[in-house]
């Protein structure tokens, strides 16, 4: 049986597997379907503590596995089925096959948010994509208008890094200004190749009967108007959803089904603990799921202490 499994291998569930591992419990770590979580994504990483230069994301995940891995974390790939929390041993599926564990520490994280289109379905990867630095290189959108949906960090990042490849990037926005941050959203306006869309919401992406990405539907929410916009590209970055679904009816979470811990990162159910982005929706940083991932560490730690004493 296993003392500590932990679900996700984001900056959450791998800095939980870093303390974990260093407490001599040798947790046994799950990648899911986006192994390194969210942060792999990102192209340079400016916020995270002891980076001045800033760092690859993917490269800080990297790094932050090996670290875990030396003190004797096992991370597979692999995903959690089913869960199984009544009563001890925890009993979980994880690709068909049955384990048993004493802690489960939830660092699910959270998956991109789509606009919610039956167009946006149909042409995805056909140039609706979620993340520009896993796909604005493709061969398609070189020299071609892209459209970024959003206004948060994300979509300037997303815009930034897009403007390496496009003719011109439309960042289209359902209000007037920027939610985020100021330092992004000067970066991003600022540059001469983005071009802010403002008021307005993407209605259909086109053109599924060419079963390829052509341009945009917008709708001018002040005016009412409605207009089309040539493009190659559509990236989507309008937030996220946790990944919780596995927990629903059993872990407490809220109506969004962000998981609401009880005290620290208990939940509650004893002997689960949740970290990061799948019970955050206000920080939402590297850092804050890192130091999630280290509460929920420290919390199972104590939780077995008493248990096996
Ligand atoms: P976010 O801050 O929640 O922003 C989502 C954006 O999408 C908002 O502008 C929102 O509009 C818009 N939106 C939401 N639903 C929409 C819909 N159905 N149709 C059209 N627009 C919609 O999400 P995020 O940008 O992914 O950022 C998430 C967190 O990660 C934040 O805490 C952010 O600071 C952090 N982050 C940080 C960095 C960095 O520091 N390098 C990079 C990326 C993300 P409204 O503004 O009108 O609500």
Same mark, same amino acid.
Request: with cysteine.
């Given at each position: 049986?296993?003392?500590?499994?932990?679900? @996700?291998?984001? +900056?959450?569930?791998?800095?939980?597997?870093?303390?974990?591992?260093r407490?001599?419990?040798?947790?046994?770590?799950?990648?899911?379907?986006?192994?390194? @979580?969210?942060?792999?994504?990102? !192209? *340079?990483? $400016?916020?995270?503590?002891?980076?001045?230069?800033?760092?690859?994301?993917? $490269?800080?995940?990297? /790094?932050?596995?090996?670290?875990?891995?030396?003190?004797?974390? =096992?991370?597979?790939?692999?995903? %959690?089925?089913?869960?199984? #929390?009544?009563?001890?041993?925890?009993?979980?599926?994880?690709?068909?096959?049955?384990?048993?564990?004493?802690?489960?520490? *939830?660092?699910?994280?959270?998956?991109h948010?789509?606009?919610?289109?039956?167009?946006?379905?149909?042409?995805?990867?056909?140039? #609706?994509?979620? +993340?520009?630095? &896993?796909?604005?290189?493709?061969?398609?959108? /070189?020299?071609?208008?892209?459209v970024? #949906?959003?206004?948060?960090?994300?979509? &300037?990042?997303?815009?930034?890094?897009?403007?390496r490849?496009?003719? %011109?990037?439309?960042?289209?926005?359902?209000?007037?200004?920027?939610?985020?941050?100021?330092?992004?959203?000067? /970066?991003?306006?600022a540059?001469?190749?983005?071009?802010?869309v403002?008021? !307005?919401?993407?209605?259909?992406?086109?053109?599924?009967?060419?079963?390829? %990405?052509?341009? #945009? =539907?917008?709708?001018?929410?002040k005016?009412?108007? $409605?207009?089309?916009?040539? +493009?190659?590209? %559509?990236?989507?970055? *309008?937030?996220?959803?946790?990944?919780?679904?596995?927990?629903?009816?059993?872990?407490?979470?809220?109506?969004?089904?962000?998981? *609401?811990?009880?005290?620290?990162s208990e939940?509650?159910?004893?002997?689960?603990?949740?970290?990061g982005? &799948?019970?955050?929706?206000?920080?939402?940083?590297?850092?804050?799921?890192? @130091?999630?991932? +280290?509460?929920?560490?420290?919390?199972?730690?104590?939780?077995?202490?008493? =248990?096996?004493?």
């Amino acid at each position: 049986m296993e003392k500590v499994v932990i679900i @996700g291998t984001g +900056c959450a569930g791998l800095t939980a597997a870093l303390y974990t591992a260093r407490a001599n419990l040798a947790p046994l770590v799950f990648a899911g379907a986006m192994p390194g @979580g969210l942060l792999t994504t990102t !192209s *340079i990483v $400016e916020n995270f503590p002891g980076f001045p230069e800033g760092i690859d994301g993917y $490269e800080l995940m990297t /790094r932050l596995q090996k670290q875990a891995e030396r003190f004797g974390a =096992r991370v597979q790939f692999g995903t %959690v089925e089913a869960v199984d #929390v009544k009563s001890q041993p925890f009993k979980l599926t994880v690709d068909g096959e049955p384990l048993e564990a004493e802690t489960i520490i *939830i660092a699910s994280g959270a998956g991109h948010r789509h606009l919610g289109l039956e167009s946006e379905d149909k042409l995805e990867r056909k140039g #609706v994509t979620y +993340c520009a630095t &896993c796909d604005g290189a493709f061969p398609m959108f /070189r020299n071609q208008p892209l459209v970024v #949906v959003g206004g948060g960090d994300s979509a &300037c990042e997303e815009a930034t890094y897009l403007t390496r490849f496009a003719s %011109v990037v439309y960042l289209v926005h359902r209000r007037d200004s920027l939610r985020a941050s100021k330092i992004m959203a000067e /970066r991003t306006l600022a540059h001469a190749k983005i071009k802010p869309v403002w008021d !307005s919401v993407v209605t259909e992406v086109l053109d599924v009967k060419q079963d390829k %990405v052509t341009g #945009v =539907r917008l709708k001018n929410l002040k005016t009412e108007k $409605e207009s089309t916009l040539d +493009c190659a590209g %559509v990236f989507v970055a *309008i937030g996220h959803l946790p990944n919780t679904q596995l927990f629903k009816g059993v872990i407490d979470m809220d109506e969004n089904g962000y998981i *609401i811990p009880k005290r620290g990162s208990e939940t509650n159910v004893p002997g689960v603990f949740v970290a990061g982005d &799948c019970s955050d929706h206000v920080y939402r940083q590297a850092i804050t799921a890192a @130091g999630m991932g +280290c509460a929920a560490a420290i919390d199972a730690e104590r939780y077995l202490a008493a =248990r096996n004493q």
